[in-house]
T-cell receptor, first 115, second 114 residues
Framework: AQKITQTQPGMFVQEKEAVTLDCTYDTSDQSYGLFWYKQPSSGEMIFLIYQGSYDEQNATEGRYSLNFQKARKSANLVISASQLGDSAMYFCAMRGHTGGFKTIFGAGTRLFVKA | DAGVTQSPTHLIKTRGQQVTLRCSPKSGHDTVSWYQQALGQGPQFIFQYYEEEERQRGNFPDRFSGHQFPNYSSELNVNALLLGDSALYLC?????????????FGEGSRLTVL
């Protein structure tokens, strides 16, 4: 079975500093995709970044980067130069062959950015 | 380019009633997935529709049913509502193949069951 684990219910970071949100996953698939989404208080889930299991380079999208360690089955999200608008829930997600067409999500981490 | 739109945004029902939630996918997307998100939790997969058929289903009872129309829009129906059905219901559309292609979400329909 596939599973996503996010062990940090809440995180605080000072504005302009970097923060790492942890994500570990469990799958027996060789081919899978890993995603991070942001959910502001409005409720809409916003896609941030994608990492394929065969990608050798860590994915980056602007201030977001994904620290992909395949052997450890971890896919941590790094946000650089945090902004007040980064305060939100962050979800790690995965889609793989075993799970069929569905994307599964972790429980999320709430990030608070302090001024 | 319109994104994913959902309606209604908020609704209140009583136990035993039935509810229908609606979703229009992002332009060019042919696949719609529905998720239930209880307060403080991650989204849970309900089912996915593709080519007007339910392609995959999560661990939800038969009280949860859906439909996809020829224009790719979709409905989620929940019968015999329970208090535990209170949640944010998210619709997501996609056009990617397996493993690749992110989901595009609407703002959700927040259902309260009294």
């Amino acid at each position: 079975a596939q599973k996503i684990t996010q062990t940090q219910p809440g995180m605080f970071v000072q504005e302009k500093e970097a923060v790492t949100l942890d994500c570990t996953y469990d799958t027996s698939d060789q081919s899978y995709g890993l995603f991070w989404y942001k959910q502001p208080s409005s409720g809409e889930m916003i896609f941030l970044i994608y990492q394929g299991s065969y990608d050798e380079q860590n994915a980056t999208e602007g201030r977001y980067s994904l620290n992909f360690q395949k052997a450890r089955k971890s896919a941590n999200l790094v946000i650089s130069a945090s902004q007040l608008g980064d305060s939100a829930m962050y979800f790690c997600a995965m889609r793989g062959h075993t799970g069929g067409f569905k994307t599964i999500f972790g429980a999320g981490t709430r990030l608070f950015v302090k001024a | 380019d319109a994104g994913v739109t959902q309606s209604p945004t908020h609704l209140i029902k009583t136990r035993g009633q039935q509810v229908t939630l609606r979703c229009s996918p992002k332009s060019g997307h042919d696949t719609v997935s529905w998720y239930q998100q209880a307060l403080g939790q991650g989204p849970q997969f309900i089912f996915q529709y593709y080519e007007e058929e339910e392609r995959q289903r999560g661990n939800f009872p038969d009280r949860f049913s859906g439909h996809q129309f020829p224009n790719y829009s979709s409905e989620l129906n929940v019968n015999a509502l329970l208090l535990g059905d209170s949640a944010l219901y998210l619709c997501a559309s996609s056009a990617g193949t397996l493993n690749t292609g992110e989901l595009f979400f609407g703002e959700g329909s927040r259902l309260t069951v009294l």
